[in-house]
C-alpha cells in the first residue's frame, strides 16, 4: 500500500516561511515523478511544484522563486520549501506521487 502523510503546515504571517514535509511509505520516491499541489475552497486543486527522476524542479509561475521542492532519497522524503508566504498562498497543500496517488493534506493559512 501506498502511503503519503502531509506535515508541516501551520499560520505564519505574510512574508513568513514554512517547510513542508510528504513522509512516503510503500514505494521509493526516488523512482518515479513527485509534485506538491494546493487547494482552497470552491476551487480546483492546481500544482505548485515537481520534481522529476534526476531532480529537475518546474514550480507554477505563482510560486516561483518562492517555492523549493527537494527530496531525500534516505528518508523517502518529499519537501517543500515556502518562502515569502501571502494571503493567497492559504490552501490545504497536498503530496503526490507520479502515478496519482494523494495524501490527506496540510493546512497553510497565511494572515495579512
Known amino acids: 500500500q501506498v502511503r503519503l502523510v502531509e506535515s508541516g503546515g501551520g499560520l505564519v504571517q505574510a512574508g513568513g516561511s514554512l517547510r513542508l514535509s510528504c513522509a512516503a511509505s510503500g514505494f521509493i520516491i526516488r523512482t518515479g515523478a513527485m509534485s506538491w499541489y494546493r487547494q482552497t475552497p470552491g476551487n480546483q486543486r492546481e500544482v505548485v511544484a515537481s520534481i522529476t527522476t534526476y531532480g529537475s524542479a518546474h514550480y507554477a509561475d505563482v510560486m516561483k522563486g518562492r517555492c523549493a521542492i527537494s527530496r531525500d532519497d534516505v528518508n523517502n522524503t518529499l519537501y517543500l520549501q515556502l518562502d515569502n508566504l501571502k494571503p493567497e498562498d492559504t490552501a490545504v497543500y497536498y503530496c503526490?506521487?507520479?502515478?496519482?496517488?494523494w495524501g490527506r493534506g496540510t493546512q497553510v493559512t497565511v494572515s495579512s
Open positions: 503526490r506521487t507520479g502515478l496519482g496517488s
